[in-house]
């Protein structure tokens, strides 16, 4: 009987078949089992010899079990992977991946460019008192200016009497920074900042950099050469053509705000030249100015001692400029397929 189980084992074509003459012979009621249950009712000295050749019986079927379904297994596992194609060089399914925002990305460029200027970046509150937004500034209560600014309000009152609200402009950071560290100063100050405005151009959450230098004998020429080299580097280009202009704000004086000159090519705006060239025009880019004696003052330090230069520009405009951007809008819709479709993640 040893020898018919060992056959048909080796004959048995499944792993199923094999486990079939496992149990006829090895199972609780299987013949060797049966043999086993014999060994009870021999005398001892049947035993002697009879439980070792039943032991050995049974350990030679228990292998040759194990030994035909290993081989059985290894052979539907050659059948399937032969069968079965995997074709390695088909492109993986792209899995989405995000990226920096444009506007993050600028603010970390721009943050980049003024550190090799020397800045320090400094920080505010976006909701602020309004005596940082507006008094320290030189617009106090009744100041036509604070008109200009469409301010949303907290109905809480303020620690210094005023009101709460939130910023409207990154400039009470400059009061801040001379009044906790005085003078000499280079910093800018990027950050979120909010007024009540919606349209194509404008949304009612925006971002900008101010930029502040306080120092002895600062002049004009100091605030160009600044902002025609940080503008340089930003755009990549030589071909940076800034016109400062006459203009005012309560904090600076003089004031000028400044324009970059572009060209117009297919209808779309290109950076560089003269805005008065043929073809051309002046976009409006940022205000600026020598910071205003008034604001020194309030901030703590002596005017005759120091002088310094102010400007705020909008990072968003900055962004749409350079990577051709038309609705500012579209910045803050976290729409995907916008991003992707200017290379922003894909
Ligand atoms: N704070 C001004 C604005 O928001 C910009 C500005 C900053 C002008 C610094 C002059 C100096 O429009």
Do not use: C
Request: hydrophobic share 40%.
């Amino acid at each position: 009987q040893v020898e018919e189980t060992l056959t048909r084992l080796h004959a048995a074509g499944s792993v199923s078949d094999v486990e079939a003459i496992r149990v006829e012979a090895l199972g609780k009621q299987g013949w060797i089992s049966q043999l086993m249950k014999t060994l009870g009712k021999m005398t001892p000295e049947e035993r002697q010899t009879e439980a070792p050749r039943i032991q050995g019986l049974r350990a030679r079927v228990a292998d040759a079990v194990e030994a035909r379904k290993a081989a059985l297994e290894a052979a539907e596992l050659e059948a399937r992977l032969a069968t079965e194609t995997l074709d390695l060089t088909l492109p993986a399914p792209a899995s989405p991946k995000g990226s920096v925002h444009p506007v993050s990305q600028v603010m970390d460029e721009l943050a980049e460019i003024f550190a090799d200027l020397g800045f320090a970046v400094k920080t505010g509150p976006e909701i602020e008192d309004d005596w940082y937004n507006f008094t320290a500034l030189n617009m106090p209560e009744s100041h036509p200016a604070r008109a200009m600014h469409d301010t949303f309000y907290f109905p809480d009152d303020a620690p210094s009497g005023g009101r709460m609200l939130l910023r409207t402009h990154t400039s009470p950071v400059q009061v801040r920074t001379m009044m906790a560290e005085g003078g000499p100063l280079r910093i800018i100050a990027p950050g979120r900042v909010y007024r009540s405005d919606s349209d194509a151009t404008h949304t009612p959450m925006f971002h900008q950099i101010e930029g502040l230098v306080i120092d002895k004998g600062i002049h004009l020429g100091h605030l160009k050469w600044t902002l025609e080299t940080f503008l340089k580097a930003f755009f990549e280009t030589e071909d940076i053509v800034l016109r400062l202009r006459p203009s005012y704000f309560p904090f600076t004086e003089p004031s000028v705000e400044v324009d970059v000159g572009f060209a117009i090519e297919n209808g779309k705006r290109i950076l560089g030249g003269s805005g008065d060239a043929p073809d051309h025009g002046w976009m409006e880019l940022l205000g600026s100015g020598m910071v205003n004696r008034r604001v020194i003052e309030m901030s703590g330090l002596d005017p005759d001692e120091w002088q310094g230069f102010a400007f705020g520009v909008g990072v968003d405009r900055l962004a749409m400029l350079k990577y051709g951007m038309d609705d500012l809008r579209a910045f803050f819709d976290g729409d995907t397929r916008w991003l992707a479709h200017y290379g922003f993640s894909h």
